[in-house]
């Protein structure tokens, strides 16, 4: 049962720790609440706690003030010591926080992070939790999540922050390109031999899990069909993103594909790659952390989406999430516990290139969804 919330403490909470140790996607995923929370009271000062690839997005989130970095011993990555632990309380506690949200999916417990922030002395502290935290948070709402609703990640952090008051009426995600980054994305493109003045297509076939990759083979097939299909998009660019790491996929995908492409593979940071999807007519993407920079910047995204969680599809932007339904979805895992990959192994190729198809004739080269009428909070499915 939720504690009752004094929604009127927390309206004069000014120093607001809001807790994110995930990674990019995650963090993207969470910025209408924390819009929310400034928006609501707009002379707060928000510090993201963050760890992994989510700290990069911190410094082109306008809505975030200050980043703090920390590895925890519940989250994925390095292993911290004690001491690294205690050196965070101390940096949090010289915070002088006024409040704590802590930021989950449902499949992770809240209550470490909240045994920090307590420890901190932070005295509000809110997150979901399926089991009475008794004094580890001063606010918490019951995680109904997956048996009674299952919501889009950045509706379950919009409901969370709706609890103790704050709402916003624009609940895109945000991201912002810095004007430094716009002039050198452009640079990089011309120089790879693509003309930024004409359309362009986005195409990201790496993921941090392996069992949220395409196979490289199928991922060369369905680039191929897109111009196979339509002749007359001959003139459309293909170009290809990744990190320095994935690079070698990069190439093996593109050595399967009978058409020009080019590759901007381990030459962007994050800020460059933002710029470049700013740009782009559209992203055709595993399901990963581009797919929530797209959606933030209004570019549409074909996702190909691996049934291993099903709250992370791209959020408010024209887009098609094609996978192939099977009986073990929605596993949760980063490799596949069958073996067979068939979420994405039976895609059929020719599918993500109808789904390009549908986007390109719609001219969606940007979100012209209408920002909703009301104060964005109240808890429904999505």
């Not at 076939?205 to 001959?234: C, K, M, N, Q, T």
Request: with cysteine; net charge negative; glycine share 6%.
């Amino acid at each position: 049962m939720d504690r009752v919330i004094d929604a009127a403490r927390w309206q004069s909470a000014r120093r607001i720790l809001a807790v994110r140790l995930d990674n990019l996607g995650d963090v993207l995923m969470t910025t209408p609440a924390l819009r929310a929370l400034r928006v609501s009271a707009p002379e707060r000062h928000i510090t993201l706690l963050a760890a992994g690839s989510g700290v990069a997005a911190a410094p082109y989130v306008p809505e975030i003030d200050e980043v703090l970095v920390a590895n925890a011993p519940w989250m994925p990555g390095a292993e911290p010591t004690a001491d690294a632990m205690l050196a965070t309380v101390e940096r949090l506690r010289a915070g002088k926080f006024d409040a704590a949200v802590i930021f989950t999916v449902y499949s992770q417990s809240a209550l470490p992070a909240a045994l920090l922030c307590w420890l901190a002395g932070i005295p509000l502290r809110l997150a979901h939790s399926r089991e009475n935290p008794y004094h580890l948070l001063s606010d918490w709402l019951s995680d109904p999540e997956p048996h009674e609703v299952l919501r889009h990640e950045a509706r379950r952090q919009l409901d969370l922050v709706a609890a103790v008051g704050a709402t916003t009426v624009d609940a895109r995600l945000s991201f912002r390109v810095p004007p430094q980054d716009v002039v050198s994305a452009r640079r990089l493109l011309r120089a790879a031999g693509i003309d930024p003045e004409r359309r362009f297509i986005v195409i990201h076939p790496g993921a941090s899990a392996p069992s949220r990759r395409y196979p490289e083979d199928l991922f060369a097939a369905a680039i191929g069909h897109v111009l196979d299909i339509r002749p007359d998009l001959g003139d459309l660019q293909l170009v290809f993103t990744g990190d320095a790491s994935e690079t070698p996929a990069v190439e093996r995908i593109r050595a399967g594909i009978a058409h020009p492409t080019r590759s901007l593979a381990g030459q962007l940071g994050l800020g460059e790659l933002g710029a470049v999807l700013d740009d782009a007519a559209l992203l055709i993407a595993n399901n990963t952390g581009p797919v929530h920079l797209a959606a933030a910047l209004g570019t549409p995204v074909v996702d190909l989406y691996a049934l291993t969680n099903p709250q992370h599809a791209p959020w408010q932007v024209p887009h098609r999430v094609l996978y192939e339904d099977v009986p073990c979805r929605f596993c949760y895992k980063s490799v596949c516990p069958q073996g067979h990959h068939h979420c994405l192994r039976l895609l059929d190729p020719a599918r993500v290139a109808a789904a390009a198809h549908e986007l390109l004739a719609l001219g969606a080269e940007r979100s012209s969804a209408p920002l909703p009428a009301t104060p964005v909070g109240a808890s429904r499915a999505a």
